[in-house]
């Protein structure tokens, strides 16, 4: 098993049904602004035309991105964040994730497997979802940054990230998993990694204000650095405008693009989108809404495909 680079060419993303302002999830996901909610009409209508006109957008750039329409039933405010119910490895393993929030644990379907096992090979289905059970959770990429190419996993300590099982399931993928702890302005846990990082082929976006302990950030970025990643190290004011829910996509082109909302964007300084844009093109499109309604950016948006094609003779 190679990865070249630490992004997928193939990307799936759930077009909602039933999109709103989940309470379930407001819990600890502080990005959900309610406030600015109550100000603004037509939710839906306007999130869907954020998500049609991001992945046409994304396609116009020559990356190859699957739809799938979510159901009106069960009622899933926030299926547009694939990524935290599975992950693909090249390997042929799929794997679902136990979820904290009651109704998020109605995403994971069964359609949606059994369609990618008709189009790529799949060895392996891993059900870690029972462990919602015993109030375990781990949410897919949301809790896990993989970085693919040199097999090291990164986890922030949270209530949707339990650290065992985080580990043992890092030890049955074959990764080297790195733990540490990420707080916001009010020393809250942040509840999802790729809220503070994202990891690229040739580079990470991280929130080193959001590390309490100096040490256990020094840590971290000489991983980076040994690594052979650049740190583009942002501020937490940056980190609100969602700077670190970005994604690296290898387009069909195989060029490697970084993809985000345009507040990301904006909220980058121009000296490090020069520096990101070394390695990468940068693709950015409005999800004002989505953001403002789910707490959650363009990364939550892409489920990676990371699976070997079927071939048909």
């Keep these: 098993m190679h990865y070249k680079h630490n992004s997928s060419n193939h990307i799936l993303m759930v077009r909602p049904a039933s999109f709103g302002f989940n309470k379930d999830t407001a819990v600890d996901n502080k990005f959900q602004n309610f406030d600015e ?7 839906e209508e306007k999130a869907l035309s954020e998500f049609d006109n991001y992945v046409n957008y994304l396609r116009e750039n020559d990356l190859d991105v699957v739809v799938v329409d979510d159901t009106p ?16 490895h090249k390997d ?11 109704n998020r644990r109605l995403e994971r379907r069964t359609d949606v497997i059994e369609m990618l096992e008709m189009c790529f090979h799949v060895s392996e289905v891993i059900d870690l979802s029972k462990n919602e059970e015993n109030d375990i959770f781990l949410e897919g990429t949301g809790s896990i940054i993989f970085d693919r190419v040199n097999k090291v996993a990164f986890a922030c300590r949270s209530h949707r990230t339990d650290e065992v099982l985080f580990r043992d399931h890092m030890d049955n993928l074959g990764y080297e998993p790195v733990l540490f702890d990420s707080v916001d302005e009010e020393g809250t846990p942040i509840y999802h990694t790729n809220v503070m990082l994202s990891i690229a082929s040739d580079f990470v976006v991280v929130c080193g204000e959001s590390m309490p302990d100096p040490k256990e950030k020094e840590q971290l970025f000489e991983k980076f650095r040994s690594l052979g990643k650049e740190i583009i190290d942002v501020t937490y004011e940056q980190l609100k405008g969602f700077t670190c829910n970005v994604l690296e996509v290898t387009n069909l082109k195989g ?5 985000m909302s345009t507040k990301a964007y904006h909220a980058f300084t121009d000296q490090q989108k ?12 409005s999800l004002d809404t989505i953001e403002i309604v789910c707490g959650g950016g363009s990364r939550c948006m892409m489920a990676e495909i990371y699976l070997d094609e079927q071939l048909y003779v």
């Design 92 to 102: 042929g393993r799929i794997c679902l994730y136990p979820m904290k929030p009651l």
């Design 73 to 88: 039933d069960p009622y899933t405010p926030d299926a547009l964040f694939p990524n935290n119910w599975f992950t693909t």
């Design 274 to 285: 020069e520096a990101m844009s070394k390695y990468v093109k940068l693709l950015h499109s």
């Design 255 to 259: 060029e490697k693009t970084l993809t």
């Design 37 to 43: 909610i109550k100000n603004l009409d037509n939710l």
